[in-house]
């Protein structure tokens, strides 16, 4: 049988279309709320036909793939400690500079996606396969922060003991609804945010001993 030829050039121009209906639809799903959202104002803000955002459909698979998107940049369920970013992170010998680092990327990932997630669990209550998909994301993010855990004991941080309450507190802290609270209800600059969550990272140990 022959092989089936594939364009370079006409799967980058499909890929590019895609990603402009993916952001098109995350930036209507935050500013319009997901169930105003049609599939014909996702069309008309990514500039293409009806058919074609329904081709890359249904809604709800737009807002998980934008909440993606905007996370890590690019689609798929890889965790997050298998990104580039965070290995390197993660591999930093200096244990202080990682959570330095480790605080950057937080507040660089909930300036891009906090208010998407926030859209995504207000539409949980709409729609059936987005709340599946929330409680996907949340088991996602516990496997994440059990890893970070590990991390922390690795370098001295915590105790054995205490990783597996130290997991649930970090996908608390790190997690955006913080974030939601303090900048976006409460006016705190990122800045601010950064040094408040350095500091329940430095006091995570402490803060299960009590």
């Not at 737009?62 to 996370?71: C, P």
């Not at 496997?143 to 597996?164: E, P």
């Not at 790190?174 to 500091?199: A, D, F, N, Q, S």
């Amino acid at each position: 049988m022959p092989r089936a030829y594939r364009s370079p050039t006409r799967d980058a121009v499909a890929a590019a279309t895609r990603r402009r209906i993916v952001e098109a639809a995350g930036t209507l799903f935050v500013r319009d709320g997901y169930a105003a959202t049609s599939m014909q104002a996702i069309a008309a803000e990514a500039g293409t036909s009806v058919q074609t955002v329904h081709a890359h459909g249904p809604k709800h698979a737009l807002l998980v793939a934008a909440h993606e998107l905007t996370l890590a940049g690019d689609e798929g369920r890889h965790p997050l400690a298998e990104r580039p970013e965070l290995v390197d992170i993660m591999a930093e010998p200096d244990t202080g500079v990682a959570i330095e680092r480790y605080v950057d990327f937080l507040v660089e990932a909930n300036l891009r996606s906090a208010a998407l997630l926030h859209a995504m669990v207000s539409a949980a209550d709409v729609d059936a396969r987005v709340r599946s998909a929330v409680q996907d994301l949340e088991e996602r993010r516990h496997r994440d922060m059990t890893i970070a855990a590990g991390w922390f004991v690795a370098r001295g941080r915590l105790r054995a003991d205490q990783a597996s309450e130290a997991a649930d507190l970090l996908g608390l802290v790190v997690g955006p609804e913080p974030w939601i609270h303090l900048v976006r209800e409460r006016g705190w600059t990122p800045t601010r945010y950064g040094v408040w969550l350095r500091r329940q990272l430095d006091e995570l140990g402490a803060a299960l001993d009590g």
